[in-house]
T-cell receptor, first 115, second 114 residues
Framework: AAGVIQSPRHLIKEKRETATLKCYPI?????VYWYQQGPGQDPQFLIS???????DKGSIPDRFSAQQFSDYHSELNMSSLELGDSALYFC??????????????FGAGSRLTVL | AQSVTQLGSHVSVSEGALVLLRCNYS??????LFWYVQYPNQGLQLLLK??????LVKGINGFEAEFKKSETSFHLTKPSAHMSDAAEYFC????????????FGRGTSLIVHP
């Protein structure tokens, strides 16, 4: 079965540079989520999109932006990178209208290291 | 707002021993509760979920969890630990009729000794 695909899996950047992460959700899933997981931390919700529109916003810094495209893939753009942005970035997708609880399917993550 | 608290950042058991990972939730409305597992360098995988049906929920890999409203708990158990169970376990909550954005606990690292 198709899973959530994230690219790149690993990324190394210098401070003040820009990074872009991509996410391809499971086909027919209508909601995409971005989470940031620092070393030894729980995943922190950044932002989500439902049917290509931003639906919820969490602790996403102003230096970050994200969008969902017509083919449902999503990109997380991070500018003016700081050392503290080094983390594992997860994308997840779900079917918003599913009966019962909303189960997220996570990608393997993109590990960003800022030097 | 909803939240979950996982007691114990690390739990260490011997292979074959009972696994008990604790999770308490806080919610103003009936919650949906989840346990996810994360293996090194991998994404989170759903172990099981509670959606207001049966209070005892069975998941994959022999894990189960029991929803106890009176104790606001959703502890994860497995009768006999296996070496392959060593991973990070996260409890999460969403709200019925509300935000579907899961709020995660801080995670519990399960260590299994031979």
């Amino acid at each position: 079965a198709a899973g959530v695909i994230q690219s790149p899996r690993h990324l190394i950047k210098e401070k003040r540079e820009t990074a872009t992460l991509k996410c391809y959700p499971i086909p027919r899933h209508d909601t995409v989520y971005w989470y940031q997981q620092g070393p030894g931390q729980d995943p922190q919700f950044l932002i989500s999109f439902y049917e290509k529109m931003q639906s919820d916003k969490g602790s996403i810094p102003d230096r970050f932006s994200a969008q969902q495209f017509s083919d449902y893939h999503s990109e997380l753009n991070m500018s003016s990178l700081e050392l503290g942005d080094s983390a594992l970035y997860f994308c997840a997708s779900s079917l918003q209208g599913a009966v019962g609880a909303n189960v997220l399917t996570f990608g393997a993550g993109s590990r960003l290291t800022v030097l | 707002a909803q939240s979950v608290t996982q007691l114990g950042s690390h739990v260490s058991v011997s292979e074959g021993a009972l696994v008990l990972l604790r999770c308490n939730y806080s919610s103003s409305v009936p919650p949906y509760l989840f346990w996810y597992v994360q293996y090194p360098n991998q994404g989170l995988q759903l172990l099981l979920k509670y959606t207001s049906a049966a209070t005892l929920v069975k998941g994959i890999n022999g894990f189960e969890a029991e929803f106890k409203k009176s104790e606001t708990s959703f502890h994860l158990t497995k009768p006999s630990a296996h070496m392959s169970d060593a991973a990070e376990y996260f409890c999460a909550v969403t709200l019925s009729g509300g935000s579907y954005i899961p709020t995660f606990g801080r995670g519990t690292s399960l260590i299994v000794h031979p």
